[in-house]
């Protein structure tokens, strides 16, 4: 019996030590996050994801105020020297949407379009007449290199509503946000080494805002909050 209860107690304290172990590499791995706040935005930059005009026609009506146009913003961390390398990416044509909407990637990366629809697509680059336009149907994917940094908006030629915003930027981490709040989104980049990186929020395509930031050796921001203001909204929707 005695046997037994000794052998219990080296099992349960092998158990513990495992789960301690496990616990604390679980909380080692969380990555470097941060909180962008929203003041006074406008309430319509939500329609604009859909149609790429500010009005829609939505299949149910939903209430516009305090909607946040998350699916067309993206945080970016930059480092002077440091940057990921190409990798291929994918987007996908579905009915009268573009999904990812926005995506960062590197310099010469090779990017394919794919359309889940029924009839051919035309997806061209607004303003960059030196990108050869990709048509694209069920049978058919189109492939584009983009070689130089900048935004790329890909958008159907014949319904404005498919488009898609390409941030190739030579980076070493990017998120997408996630609403807690009717005014404030979260961003989580993952692993990051500690040092002093710029921090970029993109909206449509277009860095909105950029500041100098540090990473601790715990991977914590020195300042996790950020603030986004009607102002910086504005810029680019006033652009030609």
Known sequence: MRRQI????????????????????????????????????????????????RWRLPVTPQPIQGRLPLSQMRVVLVKEGEARPAVAARATIKGYRVEPLTMVVAPHTALTFSNKGSEEVTMAVV?????????????????????KPGRYLFRATDYTSVLSYVIVVESVADSALTATAPDEASFD????????????????????????????QEGKFNEGRFLLTREEFQKILDRP
Not at 11 to 40: D, H, V, Y
Not at 130 to 145: M, Q, W
Not at 191 to 204: I, M
């Open 127 to 147: 303003g960059r007449s030196s990108v050869t336009a990709l048509k694209i149907d069920s049978e058919r994917e189109g492939e584009v290199v983009l070689d």
């Open 6 to 53: 000794e052998i219990s107690s080296s099992l349960w304290f092998a158990l513990a030590s495992f789960a301690l172990a496990f616990g604390g590499s679980a909380q080692a791995q969380e990555g470097t996050q941060g909180t962008i706040l929203f003041q006074n935005i406008p309430s319509d930059l939500d329609n604009i994801a859909s149609t790429g005009f």
């Open 189 to 216: 980049l993952g692993q990051v080494p500690a040092g002093s990186y710029e921090l970029r929020v993109y909206f449509q395509g277009a860095p909105i805002l950029q500041k100098s930031v540090e990473v601790s």
